[in-house]
């Protein structure tokens, strides 16, 4: 697997929050594997091989998507007013996926503790836009992206929702968009279906945030390094926080994406701290514009 261009890209900065400084990765013998971590079920850092797509007329619809994504609403408003269904896993599997699904687990740990903040509430959406892959790249299952505003938020949401092949959809990701960002063009056929991006630029870019966010540094007052912070849905520079705290991940989810009107790309994907015990998630959406070579980081959000 070639890494080397998007640790170029990495190297460079990272951007789109409007305040976060260059992003300088660790070099030589001090910087961390990427594949040093352990990975998540959903997620395989060996070399992908070409795999034949689906034709176009056996795929998802967008349409289909659209009853998918009311569907899930439905179903989740329903579940949630039973607070009972935290003592149900199964209740979780068929709602949450990847990053979401330990959302949850964080959740019920939370409220079973006290907690009523992190009691779920029913969702309501609106102005929903699609994104809708008019061929799958990934052979075990169907994805589509859904941009729409929560019901009583000020910003837009990125909510991806996969499918594993024999099961329902269920939602993999979700993240509001950094304030003053917006979603990249995609580039869409004269039916609407966007083109999704092969899973390895997703992964490869996955990979260079897991080891950005496990290099030794932030253990130590971070005089160069990151900082998560409670209130801000993203990363700033040390010297600006006020409160948080520093993070490693060891795994992340499957990334979804789809190429942009300029020739650009598009990614979501979650990062987890720890396979055996999760207590926080990082899910991130990026992009990189034309042939540019920089990675902008559009929206993120903190869970823990």
């Not at 395989?44 to 619809?61: H, I, M, N």
């Not at 989810?253 to 190429?259: C, L, V």
């Not at 009107?261 to 899910?283: C, E, Q, R, Y």
């Amino acid at each position: 697997m070639r890494t080397a261009p998007v640790l170029a890209v990495l190297a460079a900065t990272l951007a789109g929050c409007g305040m976060l400084p260059p992003l300088t990765l660790p070099t030589g013998k001090d910087r961390p594997s990427a594949s040093a971590g352990t990975s998540s079920p959903a997620t395989s850092t060996a070399t992908p091989q070409a795999t034949p797509s689906p034709s176009p007329s056996a795929g998802l619809t967008i349409a289909d998507a659209k009853r998918a994504a009311a569907d899930w609403l439905a179903k989740h408003n329903r579940t949630v007013r039973n607070r009972a269904w935290w003592d149900d896993p199964a209740a979780i599997d068929e709602l949450f996926w990847d990053g979401t699904r330990h959302e949850a687990v964080i959740d019920r740990g939370a409220v079973e503790d006290g907690d009523k903040r992190k009691i779920r509430k029913p969702i309501r959406l609106t102005g929903q836009v699609y994104y809708v892959p008019r061929e799958q790249t990934m052979p075990d299952g169907q994805w589509f992206l859904l941009q729409a505003t929560y019901a009583g938020q000020d910003r837009a949401h990125i909510l991806t929702f996969w499918r594993p092949t024999g099961g329902g959809f269920r939602l993999a990701a979700k993240s509001p968009l950094h304030y003053g960002q917006r979603m990249p063009e995609p580039r869409r056929d004269a039916e609407g279906y966007v083109t999704a991006m092969p899973g390895v630029f997703g992964r490869l870019v996955a990979q260079e945030y897991m080891v950005f966010w496990d290099y030794d540094i932030h253990d130590q007052e971070g005089r160069n390094g990151y900082r998560l912070a409670k209130d801000n849905y993203s990363r700033r520079a040390y010297r600006i926080v006020s409160k948080g705290m520093y993070m490693g991940y060891h795994s992340y989810s499957r990334p979804y994406g789809f190429r942009t009107a300029d020739g650009g790309s598009f990614h979501v994907f979650s990062m987890l701290n720890d396979p055996k015990s999760i207590t926080a998630v990082l899910t991130l959406g990026v992009a990189t514009r034309g042939n540019g070579k920089m990675i902008h980081e559009i929206a993120g959000d903190w869970y823990s």
